[in-house]
């Protein structure tokens, strides 16, 4: 059996779609696997913020029209960047087993993001960053910065900032975990929902593709995603609104924390839910619905103002 294997041409995502080519290829001898690798909106234009490119999956919507369209037979995305509405005809027939899902900081100069003095520039291009920062850290500046991790790695000091924060999980799968400084916890920065987390996906009817690829699923990733994002579909399903969102599995509970704040930090609303891990989607909706009862609806609104205009 040969199949073709679509990615974006960056290292990072090479290296995590070479990780899944070596697993299908562990569970399937003789397998061949063709990397085909597809430029995407995001690729082309690396300058302009994210939240201002457009239409959603601007690092997705090319490699997904590659499988609607026949050219390759799965793709591998980080699931962070995958809009929650997927295109009619493709399902993830496999979200494997979570990497590190925290931000990573990066600096030469200071520890950590509490040394830094007044007036110091992070470096982020999320929005998500941005709010939680400017929240805990009101003294503190915040520059976008745009580019694969070794254009950002070489250029934060080059926009005048002090530190840069990048997640961890992308560092982690090239190996350049040397390059950080600490890792900061999830209650100082708590994660993009999915953060971590690959997304395999096919198109729908390839049973004998899916059959193989769903072997690499892992249960406890996929649920804590799945309420996750349901979370972020419920604020509104924007991968760029300043939401973060992370859950954590304990026997047969499932138990999610939320983050929505404003772009300046000064209204943030942190709030957890829980319940049984078979209702993750339901965990989410609860938790996105008492968001936007608790402060939420404003932030939004104000979002929606400022990054509309």
């Known amino acids: 059996m040969k199949i073709r294997l679509g990615t974006r041409a960056s290292l990072l995502a090479r290296t995590q779609s070479g990780w899944v080519a070596d697993q299908l290829r562990a569970l399937e001898p003789g397998l ?127 926009h005048g900032a002090a530190g840069l924060i990048l997640a961890a999980s992308g560092m982690n799968r090239v190996s350049r975990q040397s390059d950080y400084r600490a890792l900061i916890s999830v209650t100082e920065m708590t994660p993009a929902p999915g953060q971590g987390a690959l997304a395999v996906e096919v198109r729908q009817g390839d049973e004998d593709l899916v059959r193989i690829v769903s072997k690499l699923d892992h249960r406890e990733t996929r649920e804590c995603v799945t309420a996750e994002r349901a979370l972020l579909s419920g604020l509104g399903g924007g991968c760029h609104l300043p939401v973060g969102a992370i859950a954590g599995v304990s026997g047969d509970h499932l138990s999610l924390c939320g983050v929505l704040g404003s772009l300046d930090g000064e209204k943030l609303v942190r709030l957890s839910a829980e319940g049984p891990r078979s209702d993750s989607i339901g965990i989410g909706t609860k938790l996105s619905a008492l968001i936007r009862r608790t402060g939420g609806e404003e932030i939004l609104a104000e979002l929606d103002a400022g990054l509309n205009t």
């Open 32 to 158: 061949e696997i063709e990397e085909v690798l597809i430029e995407t909106g995001g690729d082309q234009d690396q300058e302009t913020p994210l939240h201002e490119a457009g239409a959603p999956g601007v690092f997705t919507a090319e490699v997904e029209r590659a499988l609607l369209d026949g050219r390759v037979d799965l793709a591998v995305h980080s699931l962070k960047d995958l809009p929650i509405q997927q295109p009619e005809g493709l399902i993830l027939a496999a979200i494997p087993e979570r990497e590190d899902p925290r931000d990573a900081w990066i600096s030469a100069d200071h520890a950590s993001l509490v040394d830094l003095p007044e007036g110091s520039v992070v470096a982020t291009g999320s929005l998500r960053r941005r709010s939680q920062i400017l929240h805990r850290h009101p003294h503190l500046k915040v520059e976008g910065i745009r580019g694969n991790i070794d254009t950002r790695l070489a250029k934060y000091r080059e």
